[in-house]
């Protein structure tokens, strides 16, 4: 296994449009999240999946952002109508369950996304 | 609400100087603590963790303690080299919930 994947690396869209970006966690992980980072800044959490069931979203996560898990794989998160203030690296992780607060979670490189 | 709180950066070390990062942390519940390491261009990466007061996690050179009192995690090495250059984060993850919550992130330059 590589680790977590994400895809693309990069994106830059201009404001307005919709992105989606796709994350492939570790296989065997029943948890999966997602985390937004801007410059300065650690990562901030989004929204969590156990499986294919979305269990938490932050107040952070608007409306125009929606995460999806479907088969409990692999996850996509898209942003509907892209503001400037979009502009982050969005950050997906996994982990196993049942390990309690101590697990860790395991990172993907990111996907960095400028809204021009 | 849950938060951590760590020194600003960037800090800058000779290779083979003592590194300090401080971190703090408030939480309403009992928390595992956490540092990950960003290297350039990479992933975050977990260096070394601890899940109960007073236990130290290292890993590389590195250490912290679990210091409930004081409600810190401060991360040392003895010895840093050039290849220690990164962004280190602090970190806490309560028991019974599932995110981890972040500071802000120290960078460090080591120097040859």
């Known amino acids: 296994d590589t680790g977590v994947s994400q895809n693309p690396r990069h994106k830059i869209t201009k404001r307005g449009q919709n992105v989606t970006f796709r994350c492939d966690p570790i296989?065997?992980?029943?948890?999966l999240y997602w985390y937004r980072q801007t410059l300065g800044q650690g990562p901030e959490f989004l929204t969590y999946?156990?499986?294919?069931?979305?269990?938490?979203k932050s107040r952070l996560l608007s409306d125009r952002f929606s995460a999806e898990r479907p088969k409990g794989s692999f996850s996509t998160l898209e942003i509907q109508r892209t503001e400037q203030g979009d502009s982050a690296m969005y950050l997906c992780?996994?982990?196993?369950?049942?390990?309690?607060?101590?697990?860790?979670?395991?990172f993907g490189q990111g996907t960095r996304l400028t809204v021009v | 609400g849950d938060s951590v709180t760590q020194m600003e950066g960037p800090v800058t070390l000779s290779e083979e100087a003592f590194l300090t990062i401080n971190c703090t942390y408030t939480?309403?519940?009992?928390?595992?603590l956490f540092w990950y390491v960003q290297y350039p261009g990479e992933g975050l990466q977990l260096l070394l963790k601890?899940?109960?007061?007073?236990d130290k996690g290292s890993n590389k050179g590195f250490e912290a303690t679990y210091r409930k009192e004081t409600t810190s995690f401060h991360l040392e090495k003895g010895s840093v080299q050039v290849s220690d250059s990164a962004v280190y984060f602090c970190?806490?993850?309560?028991?019974?919930?599932?995110?981890?919550?972040f500071g802000a992130g120290t960078r460090l330059f080591v120097k040859a």
């Open positions: 999946f156990q499986n294919e069931a979305q269990l938490e």
């Open positions: 601890a899940t109960k007061a007073d």
């Open positions: 970190a806490l993850s309560i028991t019974g919930g599932f995110k981890t919550i």
């Open positions: 296989s065997e992980h029943n948890r």
């Open positions: 992780a996994s982990s196993p369950s049942g390990g309690g607060a101590g697990t860790e979670a395991f």
């Open positions: 939480a309403t519940g009992y928390p595992s």
